[in-house]
């Protein structure tokens, strides 16, 4: 769920996956059920991101298809892993909206609030269409506000960029943003980020590094203008460049969130900024010392309200529905925090799972949005330029 998508489509690559999609949604089988037929109809979800998205989202599709709405509809889960060479979720949508291709099996996506502008920009406002609010009445349950795409976006889980530090190391972990940028210049080399073209978690941290010096309208803005006003941010950047984790003498900028996570256990660096989830996640499985905890500076790093839409060229709008009504059950938020350490957006009380400890005082609804459309991948390509290739 996160700001990892291209923000340029390859029509002629993405159009590679266009071919056998129409019509796919329409197969159908017959269940016995009280001695009449009861036709049930195929909805295809389609997600992209890490593998702890993968595994949360193929445990909801077991739920579901083992649920009542199961006999009507049968689940059927796509997933684009991140880092991989295919064409992103984003490429192939937008590659065959503007094919006109109808009736696909893209019934139903992952999107998060970040990413609407960016979809919108490339393949039009029509290239998603609105819920049907009758249709899902557990939306009386979601809690939390899409920061774009209202109507269209059904918010399902929250999750944000935070601070992972090691306890042991780091007694009082900065509050703020200056007290932040301060401690890297104090401890040399103990501070990592990774590229932020190759991960939301550093993409974060540069955007927040550049956008604290913008008014808060531009985080859900996609207007050129605001590029104008990137250079205090990124002369911050750079004077924060040679402060960062070396090796062999250089500075290094891992790949992925991943990698400066790796950096953490490993113990190379001390702090370092990361997902919430995938920290969270990491803890319970002990790759990452007990010694680790989270923290959130002022102002917020941003964070992210994955979400539900439906693509216009589906082929499933009542089964999409469906799956929306399920994912705001207590069933499957509880799958989502189990799996994925996911901030619920139902209320905490309906939680049980053993992982509550882990987002304890983070609420989806406080959340600090970001929606820039293409401006993110062109926010990573400056950065790229001036810092990532040692241009200082």
């Keep these: 769920?996160?700001?990892?998508?291209?923000?340029?489509?390859?029509?002629?690559?993405?159009?590679?996956?266009?071919?056998?999609?129409?019509?796919?949604?329409?197969?159908?089988?017959?269940?016995?059920?009280?001695?009449?037929?009861?036709?049930?109809?195929?909805?295809?979800?389609?997600?992209?991101?890490?593998?702890?998205?993968?595994?949360?989202?193929?445990?909801?599709?077991?739920?579901?298809?083992?649920?009542?709405?199961?006999?009507?509809?049968?689940?059927?889960?796509?997933?684009?892993?991140?880092?991989?060479?295919?064409?992103?979720?984003q490429d192939r949508i937008v590659a065959a909206q503007k094919a006109g291709q109808k009736k696909t099996n893209y019934d139903l996506i992952l999107a998060s609030d970040a990413e609407y502008a960016a979809y919108t920009q490339l393949g039009g406002k029509d290239i998603f269409q609105k819920y049907d609010k009758s249709a899902i009445p557990n939306l009386k349950n979601d809690k939390a506000t899409v920061g774009a795409g209202a109507g269209y976006l059904l918010p399902y889980r929250g999750t944000t960029v935070v601070l992972a530090y090691d306890s042991a190391k780091v007694k009082n972990p900065p509050k703020t943003d200056k007290e932040l940028y301060a401690w890297i210049k104090a401890n040399p080399g103990k501070f990592a980020y990774n590229t932020p073209e190759s991960g939301g978690a550093g993409a974060a941290f540069v955007q927040t590094a550049v956008y604290n010096y913008l008014p808060k309208a531009a985080l859900t803005s996609s207007d050129t203008k605001w590029t104008k006003q990137w250079t205090k941010g990124l002369t911050l950047l750079k004077s924060l460049d040679s402060a960062m984790y070396?090796?062999?003498?250089?500075?290094?900028?891992?790949?992925?969130?991943?990698?400066?996570?790796?950096?953490?256990?490993?113990?190379?660096?001390?702090?370092?900024?990361?997902?919430?989830?995938?920290?969270?996640?990491?803890?319970?499985?002990?790759?990452?010392?007990?010694?680790?905890?989270m923290t959130q500076i002022s102002p917020a790093f941003t964070g992210n309200l994955d979400s539900l839409v439906i693509p216009t060229i589906g082929s499933n709008k009542p089964g999409a529905e469906a799956v929306m009504n399920f994912m705001l059950t207590k069933q499957a938020q509880n799958i989502l925090v189990d799996t994925m350490a996911a901030i619920p957006v139902i209320d905490k009380s309906a939680i049980t799972s053993k992982n509550l400890k882990y987002i304890k005082g983070l609420n989806a609804k406080d959340f600090r949005f970001s929606s820039t459309g293409s401006l993110s991948a062109e926010l990573n390509k400056e950065w790229n330029s001036q810092i990532g290739n040692g241009v200082k």
């Design 1 to 89: 769920m996160k700001l990892w998508h291209k923000a340029t489509v390859g029509l002629a690559a993405g159009a590679l996956f266009l071919a056998g999609l129409t019509g796919c949604s329409n197969q159908s089988s017959a269940n016995a059920k009280s001695g009449s037929s009861v036709k049930q109809t195929s909805v295809t979800l389609w997600a992209g991101g890490s593998q702890n998205v993968k595994d949360g989202m193929s445990k909801i599709v077991n739920a579901f298809n083992a649920s009542p709405e199961g006999k009507k509809y049968k689940l059927n889960l796509q997933f684009i892993l991140s880092g991989t060479s295919a064409a992103s979720l």
């Design 246 to 293: 070396k090796s062999g003498g250089k500075v290094v900028y891992p790949n992925k969130n991943q990698g400066s996570m790796d950096l953490l256990a490993n113990g190379q660096v001390a702090m370092i900024p990361a997902w919430q989830d995938m920290t969270a996640v990491a803890l319970q499985a002990g790759t990452l010392p007990a010694t680790v905890k």
